[in-house]
């Protein structure tokens, strides 16, 4: 009985290091990575207590309910906000137009919104996509993709993909080619984001002019450090997805194939695990407190090695996707700032390219 026990945990071993073959990436955290001078403002305390709200308005509920509490109260985080935009709700693809003032309607952003691909909408993140289409001069369109689990992952990044193939030939006001494109998201969405950009290269599609992700995922693997060594400093991701360090990973990856139907290995839902080559400039924003730190850190390493233009900046002690308290953190408006001046250096350097080539 005993050899057959052994026998058959060596068999589920074997089966797992063949089906999801994890490669090691741990030579990428030797990179530096600076992160910015500084301490969290006092507001950031403010935005500790609106985390613990989040957390008590779903506390006692269970399964559907949770979720339901959960989705309801991110939405309401663009209560009370004052915005400038006109948004202009679409059906197919699904989503919102978010229009500043003025702003020049052949420029457009895709923004894909966060939420660990259950929650979130446009409306959760107008603070967000208001902002980027001001200092964008640019329609944003935030895509409505489908979330799990009443959908299947792979199902968000369809919509995902299909919204951007439209962007690409459609603005607010109906059918007219984009004259500059960017690309951007937030923690899952993030993860969205980088990916679209390699399925945008292997697909033949114009490329992206840049893309913007904000604290993003970047591999399920969960093999990252500071996806346990950073659990204690991180107040949303934390509290959540901490007890997973105690999980045996090949447990963790089976969980996900099930819940996600796609490997954790793979690159569409681990976007450091693929090809980083040949693509357009990338600007990443991660916290040196968030368990996503070396999922963001990884990610740049092995794209600049692979000659990709992309460039990480770094907060110190940061909550997760920070952004999204924009009319709180100060800190919030130096990132935006700071994703303007990726911008104007991305357009800058395309004109300098023209002007070379006339």
Avoid at 140 to 147: N, T
Avoid at 183 to 204: E, F, K, M, Q, Y
Avoid at 250 to 260: D, E, G, Q, R, V
Wanted: aromatic share 6%.
């Amino acid at each position: 009985m005993l050899w057959f026990v052994l026998a058959l945990i060596a068999l589920i071993v074997i089966i797992t290091l063949v089906l999801f073959r994890i490669e090691d990436l741990s030579h990428l955290d030797q990179h530096d990575h600076p992160v910015r001078e500084g301490a969290p403002s006092d507001a950031h305390q403010e935005v500790l207590g609106r985390i613990r709200e989040l957390g008590q308005s779903s506390r006692g509920l269970r399964g559907k309910a949770r979720l339901l509490a959960l989705r309801q109260h991110m939405d309401g985080l663009s209560d009370g906000l004052e915005l400038a935009s006109e948004f202009r709700g679409t059906d197919d693809p699904k989503g919102e137009w978010v229009l500043a003032p003025g702003v020049d309607t052949r420029r457009r952003v895709l923004y894909i919104h966060g939420g660990a691909w259950a929650a979130g909408s446009p409306r959760s993140h107008r603070g967000i996509t208001d902002r980027l289409s001001h200092l964008a001069n640019a329609a944003v369109f935030a895509v409505d993709y489908r979330l799990m689990p009443e959908n299947r992952y792979m199902d968000g990044v369809r919509d995902c993909r299909k919204a951007y193939t439209w962007l690409l030939k459609h603005g607010p006001d109906g059918a007219e080619d984009a004259s500059f494109v960017v690309v951007a998201g937030d923690s899952a969405g993030g993860s969205h984001t980088l990916g679209l950009l390699a399925w945008i290269r292997d697909n033949g599609l114009r490329q992206a002019d840049a893309a913007v992700a904000l604290s993003p995922s970047t591999d399920l693997t969960l093999t990252a450090p500071s996806n346990r060594d950073n659990i204690r400093t991180d107040p949303l991701l934390g509290p959540t997805f901490g007890g997973l360090s105690r999980v045996p990973l090949p447990i963790i990856w089976w969980a996900t194939l099930a819940a996600f139907r796609v490997s954790p290995a793979s690159a569409v839902a681990s976007p450091v695990r693929g090809d980083l080559r040949n693509l357009p400039p990338v600007l990443i924003h991660a916290s040196d407190s968030e368990m996503l730190l070396d999922n963001a850190r990884r990610y740049a390493a092995k794209a600049q090695a692979e000659g990709s233009p992309v460039e990480l900046h770094t907060w110190p002690g940061m909550v997760h996707v920070w952004h999204i308290f924009v009319s709180l953190l100060p800190e919030a408006d130096e990132a935006f700032d700071d994703i303007q001046a990726f911008l104007q250096r991305v357009e800058a350097g395309e004109q300098e390219h023209r002007a070379r080539q006339s």
